[in-house]
């Protein structure tokens, strides 16, 4: 018969061929056991005195014989519920001996409510409600006989009793059981949750990674490999030499952008810089001749928007550079009262967005990342062209209405 410890937590697996064991429920009957253990001690000293005082000495031998087996029983289940230890065998002796203690002796009646909580505690399933019907039915029948059989209640009460407990225990337990379900599911759903944004934050870092790395590593790659071919092609001209020089440039520029990646993805040019210089630095890096134009009353930008801003102007820079063959390029920084704008203008050949290739190894990458870097702030970004007309790409961020400032241009 498969027993389970009384105040330990649930099993985990059983042995083949047995049933589970089930924990006794924590939430109310934890300590409630260690009462009962000190509540049938009790009882069982005032039980035997008050009868050592009521009968003879020849009577209490075997009544002090049963008391002492039944206690050493008591102990030894208690005991072997705590472990866990299987004390099925131990239970239903211990109710045997207690059945024949409390009908020769009715006295020890009291003791009866710590016995009936025991073997709901150390059995499982049927075994426990067999155990507790025993107990209560020789409870019953001492105390019925106690009356010479003339009290019906004698017989009756022990009965109910024994029916109420197990309903109020069957509920605790019930409870108990339901709470432990219920922290179970809880705790699946948050190591889920916790996975799921472990992931999301992964998969975040990633994206903003691969947007630096295009935005900075890339394009000034490709800028480079550009001046390096135009070089080769007029060398040993005057013009080569320029070339060469501004690929060289441009690789030192693309060596410290790729240093400042490595140390946290700083944004090289802000620190001190005004922002309307940075702009123009970074615009110039890709397209030497650009123009910068200030719209609307300067003033503090968040740290964030200064790198966002910074990086739109290098990668629409970088396409001009690559794609445009522009003659003329205009970044126009304007401030609004509740927004800063950003307009990068080139006179080049134009395409068509709706037909832009979407991004792939051989690149495609600038503007949806320029699009997600500027959404991420709650801003909008556009791309307006058609073929012969040149582009604009232009950006609106929002600023909050308490500026904390770290860098930029001074109000």
């Known amino acids: 018969m498969p027993t389970r410890a009384a105040g330990t937590a649930p099993a985990t697996a059983a042995a083949p061929g047995t049933t589970p064991r089930r924990s006794a429920p924590r939430t109310g009957l934890g300590s409630i056991e260690t009462a009962v253990h000190l509540g049938f001690a009790v009882l ?6 008050r009868y050592v005082m009521r009968h003879s000495p020849a009577d209490n031998l075997m009544i002090l014989g049963l008391a002492a087996a039944a206690s050493l029983l008591y102990a030894a289940v208690a005991v072997l519920g705590w472990r866990g230890g299987p004390g099925a065998p131990w239970m239903f002796a211990l109710v045997a001996v207690w059945a024949v203690l409390v009908i020769a002796a009715p006295s020890f009646a009291w003791c009866s409510f710590a016995l009936f909580f025991l073997s709901r505690s150390a059995l499982a ?11 209560a039915a020789a409870t019953a029948a001492g105390l019925f006989r106690m009356s010479n059989g003339t009290d019906l209640a004698m017989l009756l009460g022990p009965l109910a ?19 432990r379900r219920l922290h179970a599911e809880v705790s699946a759903a948050q190591e889920q949750l916790a996975a799921s944004e472990r992931r999301a934050g992964t998969i975040a870092e990633r994206e903003r990674v691969s947007r630096e790395i295009h935005d900075t590593v890339t394009q000034g790659l490709a800028s480079s490999l550009l001046l390096l071919e135009a070089a080769g092609r007029a060398w040993p001209r005057d013009a080569a030499r320029a070339d060469l020089r501004r690929a060289t440039a441009l690789l030192r520029g693309n060596l410290s952008e790729t240093r400042s990646l490595v140390h946290e993805l700083a944004s090289p040019g802000l620190d001190g810089s005004p922002l309307s210089e940075a702009l123009l630095l970074a615009a110039r890096q890709y397209v030497p001749e650009a123009r910068l134009l200030v719209t609307g009353d300067p003033r503090p930008v968040p740290p964030e928007l200064l790198h966002a801003l910074l990086r739109v102007v290098q990668s629409a820079a970088s396409n001009i550079k690559l794609h445009a063959s522009a003659t003329a390029a205009t970044v126009t920084l304007g401030f609004l009262p509740e927004a800063v704008t950003l307009d990068v203008y080139d006179d080049g050949t134009g395409f068509d967005p709706a037909a832009a290739a979407p991004p ?52």
Do not use: F, N
């Open 44 to 49: 069982l000293v005032a039980s035997l005195v």
């Open 125 to 135: 399933g049927a075994a426990s409600y067999a155990a507790a019907g025993i107990t």
């Open 161 to 179: 009793v024994g029916a109420m407990l197990t309903l109020i225990y069957d509920r605790i337990q019930h409870d108990a059981e339901e709470q």
């Open 360 to 411: 792939s190894d051989a690149g495609g990458y600038g503007l949806r990342a320029m699009r997600q870097r500027v959404e991420q702030l709650g801003g909008t970004l556009s791309v307006e062209s058609s073929p012969g007309e040149g582009t604009i790409v232009a950006a609106q961020l929002p600023l909050p209405s308490a500026i904390q400032v770290t860098s930029g241009e001074p109000a």
